[in-house]
């Protein structure tokens, strides 16, 4: 059993990283958090929104602030997937010819794939064994990564000419989907101020590996009543019901996704126990890339989000 006051520091550090990524980040708490809750659940996460709402930004400001190893490939459809996982290469030593490791950016603790949709699937797909197995094989060699392993990939959904979309089998490989959403008046109104007079500030270390190693396995002992643990579940077995608007429902991965990250959302929030809107808050990002819609529902402008919230409704 954890002892409360373990939560209330837990909530504490939480709040002063959300206070330091201010210093360069204006608003997008929500996205925040949401990237937060994939590290605790050693998940990655797909993020989309339109060019210029700071998605880069918020992630490496992330790893500073977690002082941790950070790496971004910026994804073109001549990309290799060598360029991703890294390759041998042959020099010479004492006259002999050997090959050498020459380690990719994917040998690292967060991974940025910028606009992945843009790589060739031959590309996207070197990242999947990364992310599943937390290893990468080159040759007859199998490396493991060094924990904890993070890839968050982006995406625009305008500009779709010359991309290649993710299959949905490599989308359900992601823990979430977090929308970017762009920001209030009030709140582009303190960026400008901030970057047009150079008033942005440095962030700093407020957290290292060995705690954020400690947190993962704090957030998978949050307790979850068998009541909401089931509530997680009706949820996710409704998207596999006879729905007009639904083709294919979520698959088990977001059962374990909806369970998981509400424990870590608790645990930010510093409450001792998953309750109902913990669920409910997380039922979006885990599943919203996990649902195939009818052609209906697209031709009716009907999206994953508006389904979602009818299965929630329904379950009231």
């Keep these: 059993m954890i002892e409360e006051k373990v939560y209330v520091s837990v909530k504490k550090s939480f709040e002063l990283m959300f206070g330091e990524l201010e210093k360069a980040v204006v608003g997008q708490k929500d996205v925040i958090e949401n990237l937060m809750i994939a590290l605790l659940c050693e998940g990655h996460a797909l993020l989309e929104g339109f060019p210029g709402l700071g998605k880069t930004m918020i992630v490496s400001n992330l790893a500073k602030i977690l002082d941790l190893k950070f790496a971004r490939i910026q994804c073109t459809p001549d990309i290799m997937p060598s360029d991703v996982t890294g390759t041998y290469i042959i020099e010479e030593q004492e006259g002999r010819k050997v090959f050498r490791l020459e380690k990719g950016p994917v040998f690292t603790n967060i991974l940025l794939a910028d606009e992945i949709n843009r790589a ?47 299959p949905e089998a490599q989308l359900d490989r992601f823990l979430l989907k977090v929308l970017v959403d762009y920001s209030t008046f009030e709140e582009e109104d303190r960026i400008v101020d901030m970057y047009a007079s150079g008033a942005t500030q440095q962030v700093n270390k407020i957290m290292d590996r060995e705690t954020l190693l400690a947190l993962q396995n704090l957030t998978r002992q949050v307790p979850i009543s068998e009541e909401t643990k089931k509530y997680a579940l009706k949820l996710v077995t409704a998207t596999r019901a006879e729905n007009e608007y639904i083709e294919y429902g979520a698959s088990p991965r977001a059962s374990i996704g909806l369970v998981l990250t509400a424990k870590a959302r608790a645990l930010i929030h510093g409450k001792n126990f998953v309750g109902r809107e913990d669920i409910k808050a997380m039922a979006y990002p885990v599943m919203r890339h996990r649902i195939i819609l009818t052609f209906d529902a697209e031709r009716k402008g009907i999206s994953q989000d508006m389904v979602i919230e009818s299965i929630i409704k329904s379950l009231e």
């Design 120 to 166: 060739t699937p031959k590309a996207q797909s070197a990242l999947l064994e990364a992310m599943q197995e937390k290893q990468v094989t080159l040759g007859n060699k199998t490396y493991k990564l060094e924990r904890p392993f993070f890839v968050l990939a982006t995406q625009n959904p305008i500009e779709m000419e010359g991309t290649y979309p993710l």
